[in-house]
């Protein structure tokens, strides 16, 4: 899991201003796939923040990578939504 994930920073704005924004240039694209395939919008944001969260606290983190402002790590977990609440038979991956 990741070391200290009770600090990690989650931007919620880069998230609603970006990953799920339809107006963003280029976070339009993420947005569409945010809501279409795990039914995340700016609507509902904080749900997608908490299953964030509870990723970064079970899940082991694939690689971590340091760029000019912080580290940036990857995990990969599998999350049942709404959309596709049966998770153990879809991999439903958030990177």
């Given at each position: 899991r990741l070391p200290n994930f009770g600090n990690a920073i989650i931007a919620t704005e880069?998230?609603?201003q970006y990953c799920f924004?339809?107006?963003?240039?280029?976070?339009?694209h993420k947005a569409y796939l945010f809501s279409k395939l795990?039914?995340?919008?700016?609507?509902?944001?904080k749900e997608f923040e908490s299953l964030l969260r509870t990723i970064i606290e079970h899940e082991e983190v694939a690689f971590s990578?340091?760029?000019?402002?912080?580290?940036?790590h990857r995990l990969n977990g599998i999350a049942a939504t709404k959309i596709f609440p049966d998770s153990d038979n879809l991999d439903n991956s958030i990177n």
């Open positions: 880069k998230l609603r924004s339809v107006d963003h240039e280029v976070g339009k795990w039914g995340f919008s700016q609507s509902n944001s990578k340091p760029n000019e402002y912080a580290i940036l």
